[in-house]
């Protein structure tokens, strides 16, 4: 009697339960590296869009910024031109009120002047008196 068999030699449970883990394994290992994959295929796509973004907003904020900051010395040149010519109306009112206080010093001051003149008259007529004599 012969032992051995012709035929194929049939694997124990054990041995196709090991073939089953590991064709699974393998499986899922390639599996998870497709998936890795195209997460970071995913996520690279993601970001460009997002700093594509990113920059659109800062444009826009760039020039809200911009148009502000114009308006804003827009306002301080009118605020600043209103007041200087605010500014120079009351130098002008000053200087009107000042040049009137002077002129009114001046005109007593001439006054007495014109006194002295009358002054020196007598003085004059005694003298061609006393040269008449």
Same mark, same amino acid.
């Given at each position: ?30 599996? #998870?590296?497709?998936? /890795? ?42 605020? #600043?031109?209103a007041k200087a010519?605010? #500014? ?6 000053? #200087?009107?009120? /000042? ?35």
């Amino acid at each position: 009697m012969n032992t051995n068999s012709t035929g194929p030699e049939e694997k124990g449970f054990f041995e196709k339960v090991k073939e089953t883990i590991e064709h699974l394994w393998d499986g899922t290992k390639d599996t #998870a590296e497709e998936l /890795k994959d195209k997460a970071s295929d995913t996520i690279d796509s993601i970001k460009d869009k997002v700093s594509a973004e990113k920059k659109t907003v800062a444009t826009k904020t760039t020039a809200a910024k911009t148009t502000a900051a114009k308006k804003s010395v827009t306002t301080k040149a009118t605020t #600043a031109t209103a007041k200087a010519k605010t #500014a120079v109306a009351d130098v002008k009112a000053k #200087a009107a009120d /000042k040049a009137k206080t002077i002129t009114a010093k001046a005109t007593p001051a001439k006054k007495p002047a014109a006194a002295n003149t009358t002054a020196k008259t007598p003085a004059t007529a005694k003298k061609k008196a006393v040269a008449a004599k």
